[in-house]
């Protein structure tokens, strides 16, 4: 149980281009999904967490207007990488939360296996 | 959240059981531990969690020291797709925006 997936698991576009990520929660129904960006030989660091039906919350110094995050349903949240450039490379990880019925065990985190853009 | 130290990287031999240390001394009342790895190009994974007391899944065993200021989460029997970076985490848990700050995390090497 408590699979994520997404697709596309690797895209290379055009500089200037937008690209559209999705992240779908396979097995279970995630109120709570998150964005995290990755470069090489560095950790995950969090963009943004997105509850369904409301706007996404960006953590300092993550463009809101340039990644696009919308989170339409308990299953489904995308990321769109709007007017990419070569330094938006990057390998983008999603995350989701059961958050149902209390206790620790229902708050984990369980990952996609990630996105890898490459802007040229 | 608390944060956590720990050895940047270790070697372990196939078969034997790899021991990994987190130091977490300024972790509180209500922040739980979380044990997560990633594989090389591929999104982390989810090994395990605990509060205070011992947990043991079909992955690994965590054993929180009696202050809780550190942890060990122990791979039973480590085989060479253990190999992976390991990362400790502690958050609070209770709302499911809380967030997971990732660290460096120890890369563990397996060795036939």
């Known amino acids: 149980g408590a699979v994520v997936s997404q697709h596309p698991s690797r895209v290379i576009c055009k500089s200037g281009t937008s690209v559209k990520i999705e992240c779908r929660s396979l097995d279970f129904q995630a109120t709570t999904m998150f964005w995290y960006r990755q470069f090489p030989k560095q950790s995950l660091m969090l963009m943004a967490t997105?509850?369904?039906?409301?706007?996404?919350?960006?953590e300092q110094g993550v463009e809101k207007d340039k990644f696009l995050i919308n989170h339409a349903s308990l299953t489904l949240s995308t990321l769109t990488v709007t007017s990419a450039h070569p330094e938006d490379s990057s390998f983008y990880i999603c995350?989701?939360?059961?958050?149902?019925?209390?206790?620790?065990?229902?708050?984990?985190?369980?990952f996609g296996p990630g996105t890898r853009l490459t802007v040229l | 959240d608390a944060k956590t130290t720990q050895p940047p990287s270790m070697d372990c031999a196939e078969g034997r059981a790899a021991n990994l240390p987190c130091n977490h001394s300024?972790?509180?009342?209500?922040?739980?531990v979380y044990w997560y790895r990633q594989i090389h190009s591929q999104g982390p994974q989810y090994i395990i969690h605990?509060?205070?007391n011992n947990e043991t899944n079909e992955m690994a065993s965590l054993i929180i020291t009696e202050d809780r200021k550190s942890s060990t989460l122990i791979l039973p029997h480590a085989t060479l797709r253990d190999t992976a970076v390991y990362y400790c985490?502690?958050?609070?848990?209770?709302?499911?925006?809380?967030?997971?700050?990732f660290g460096g995390g120890t890369r563990v090497l397996v060795k036939p």
């Open positions: 985490i502690v958050r609070v848990v209770g709302a499911a925006g809380n967030k997971l700050t």
């Open positions: 997105s509850n369904e039906g409301s706007k996404a919350t960006y």
């Open positions: 995350s989701a939360s059961v958050g149902l019925g209390g206790g620790a065990g229902s708050d984990t985190q369980y």
């Open positions: 605990g509060l205070k």
């Open positions: 300024t972790i509180s009342g209500n922040e739980y």
